[in-house]
Structure formats: structure tokens, C-alpha cells
T-cell receptor
Framework: KAGVTQTPRYLIKTRGQQVTLSCSPI?????VSWYQQTPGQGLQFLFE???????NKGNFPGRFSGRQFSNSRSEMNVSTLELGDSALYLC??????????????FGPGTRLTVT | SQQGEEDPQALSIQEGENATMNCSYK?????LQWYRQNSGRGLVHLIL?????REKHSGRLRVTLDTSKKSSSLLITASRAADTASYFC???????????FGTGTLLAVQP
């Protein structure tokens, strides 16, 4: 099976702009989660989508949003970019479900630099 | 916010030696997972241990979990240069796939 893919891999944006990142999960996986990784804050959970519904959300401002399509592909959007949004954004897919314990498969990440 | 901390923050050993990393967490968990990350790339899942398990093995990896102390350890035996990476523990609540990550341990294995 193909792994989790994320596009683009690298992105440079200017403060105030918006950006959309894309994630294609492993075939058959219905859960997609997004994480932000920075040197200062480490790995922080952004949100999780399962069957097109946001199931969980981390402590990020409303500028961070996401969605999931019927084929389980997911996008996350960041509006009004700030310098502090510079980070590695990681997408992870999983079989999902509830009441269970599932390992997650991560994509290579999108490196976003805000200038 | 992060669930807890990992100790040590950095570890340097020689090839063939064993490496032990510790993870502490704060809240009740359903499972604890360990991941490896090479040079700012994506994370690779290593092992998952459920809250009702005390020890688990996978190849050269041994994980222990002590829920009374809210701690876990990862032992890598007979380390190799290719094991050089950052290692993260992450806790799951079992209801969703949200993971809360620790601060990570940077392991350097010298050839």
C-alpha cells in the first residue's frame, strides 16, 4: 500500500496570507489527524477527522481549520499567517474507529515558513 | 500542551550498547505509543502498549508501562548507527485518535 502523502513538501508564505495543505491517507484509513511540530512547543495536536467529521480539536486559534472529503483525503487551512505559524505540519492516518487503540501512520510533513 | 516529559533529552552511546529512554505522563490513558523521527521527517510507529499491559517486545525493542507511576520506558538493545533519531512517546485516550506527545529523546549512536 502507498503511504501517507502530503503536498506540498515545502512552502514559503508571507505574513497575512493564507495557506492550504493537503494529505492523502493510506487506502482504507478513515481517520486523519494533523499535528504541528515546532522546536519550542514540540508536537501539538491540531485536529482529527473521521468519516468527514471533525472528531477532536486541539488548542489552536480559529485561523486553523480543516476538512475531510468522502475519499478520506484531508486539507488544513491556515488564514492570516503569523510568523509563529512556521512549523512542520504532519498528517497521520489511522484505521480509526472508537474505543480502540490504533497506531498512526505519518506522512513526511509540509515545512511551512512564514516571512 | 504536552502530556509529559521524556528523559534524558539527549543520549549518546556506542554501537552495540543498549539505550533506555523514559517517558512520564500526567493523565489516565488507554494506550501509550512510541514513535521514531529521523531529522525532522515524518514519524514512524514503533510499538503500542495498552494500559492493561505491563511489557511488550518487538524485535530489539522492549517497552514497559507502569500506570501507577504514569511512566513508560523504551529499551533498544544492541543499538546500530541507523537507530540515530529522535524518539517520542505519545498517549492515547482510546476514544479518538488524538495523541499527546512527550518532549522526545534525541539518540545518537556512534559507529
Amino acid at each position: 500500500k502507498a503511504g501517507v502523502t502530503q503536498t506540498p513538501r515545502y512552502l514559503i508564505k508571507t505574513r497575512g496570507q493564507q495557506v492550504t495543505l493537503s494529505c492523502s491517507p493510506i487506502s482504507g484509513h478513515r481517520s486523519v489527524s494533523w499535528y504541528q511540530q515546532t522546536p519550542g512547543q514540540g508536537l501539538q495536536f491540531l485536529f482529527e477527522y473521521f468519516s468527514e467529521t471533525q472528531r477532536n480539536k486541539g488548542n489552536f486559534p480559529g485561523r486553523f481549520s480543516g476538512r475531510q472529503f468522502s475519499n478520506s483525503r484531508s486539507e488544513m487551512n491556515v488564514s492570516t499567517l503569523e510568523l509563529g505559524d512556521s512549523a512542520l505540519y504532519l498528517c497521520a492516518s489511522s484505521l480509526g474507529g472508537t474505543g480502540g487503540s490504533y497506531e498512526q501512520y505519518f506522512g513526511p510533513g509540509t515545512r511551512l515558513t512564514v516571512t | 500542551s504536552q502530556q509529559g516529559e521524556e528523559d534524558p533529552q539527549a543520549l549518546s552511546i556506542q554501537e552495540g550498547e543498549n539505550a533506555t529512554m523514559n517517558c512520564s505522563y500526567k493523565t489516565s490513558i488507554n494506550n501509550l505509543q512510541w514513535y521514531r523521527q529521523n531529522s525532522g521527517r515524518g514519524l514512524v510507529h514503533l510499538i503500542l502498549i495498552r494500559s492493561n499491559e505491563r511489557e511488550k517486545h518487538s524485535g530489539r525493542l522492549r517497552v514497559t508501562l507502569d500506570t501507577s507511576k504514569k511512566s513508560s520506558s523504551l529499551l533498544i538493545t544492541a543499538s546500530r548507527a541507523a537507530d540515530t533519531a529522535s524518539y517520542f512517546c505519545a498517549t492515547g485516550d482510546g476514544a479518538t485518535n488524538k495523541l499527546i506527545f512527550g518532549t522526545g529523546t534525541l539518540l545518537a549512536v556512534q559507529p
